[in-house]
């Protein structure tokens, strides 16, 4: 017999920890993981509801009921709802029972795979309609549901999840779309800065060098100068010698040159 309260499932918390590189942590590096994480967790999580679900399905236990709702996890698209306006008699009864709660133990340990830090949004989406269906199962085990209505109800909970789904992974698919578009910007913006900067030393080097031959200029000029014969000065004209002697009472000089 099922509990007057909707199954629920509970969500752990831990303090998993997760240490990136040490250098050059970025932005990006840190939505990857976030998104490598949200995918691998979220892909495990649901491949355990699905394979539990499965195990479900083919279970013997529940064999009277497969003409009346289906076992496992609705196909995509789900059958139409059968026009089926009877209740579960008391064996049926015992039988949605003990199916709502396998079907709870499915959730829960789908709940328990991946990692437990964080639970993906994916993963959020499908344990929320599984508590949905659970309560209209013991809605339906209560006998206030036909079949015909539980089947209905349950596809509309299945059209709510796939829209939920759908606009989930248009959300993911938008986020990723922009994390690839910085990621493109970023590069090209390294790329430019390498340019300029690479421009900019082969504009030093280019000035070094000019600024190298113009000293090496300079310098052979000053040797070449140092070299280059000096003209003879002209020597100044010769100056005329005087003799004097005394002639008598006269002194007589005469000049003549050296």
């Not at 200029?217 to 070299?227: G, S």
């Amino acid at each position: 017999m099922l509990s007057s309260g909707t199954p629920a499932v509970e969500r752990s918390q831990s303090s998993v920890q997760l240490h990136p590189p040490s250098s050059r942590v970025t932005v990006r590096w840190l939505a990857a993981l976030a998104l490598a994480c949200l995918a691998q967790a979220g892909q495990a999580q649901q491949d355990e509801l699905s394979e539990c679900l499965g195990r479900l399905a083919a279970d013997a236990r529940f064999a009277p009921l497969a003409g009346r709702i289906v076992l496992g996890t609705l196909p995509d698209p789900p059958p139409p709802a059968a026009i089926d306006t009877g209740y579960p008699d008391a064996a049926q009864q015992k039988l949605v029972g003990a199916w709502a709660a396998a079907r709870t133990e499915c959730v829960k340990a789908a709940a328990r795979v991946g990692n437990a830090m964080y639970r993906p949004p994916l993963v959020t989406i499908g344990i929320e309609a599984e508590n949905r269906l659970l309560a209209a199962a013991e809605v339906l085990h209560n006998r206030k549901l036909s079949w015909g209505e539980f089947n209905r109800e349950r596809l509309v909970i299945a059209e709510a999840q796939r829209a939920r789904i759908a606009a989930l992974r248009q959300r993911s698919e938008a986020q990723r779309s922009l994390h690839e578009q910085a990621d493109r910007h970023a590069r090209e913006r390294e790329q430019l800065q390498r340019e300029v900067e690479e421009a900019e030393r082969q504009a030093n080097a280019a000035r070094a060098q000019a600024a190298q031959a113009q000293a090496q200029a300079t310098q052979a000029q000053r040797r070449l100068e140092e070299q280059r014969p000096r003209p003879y000065s002209k020597l100044p004209p010769p100056r005329p010698v005087r003799d004097c002697f005394r002639f008598e009472n006269r002194v007589i000089c005469t000049s003549a040159p050296r």
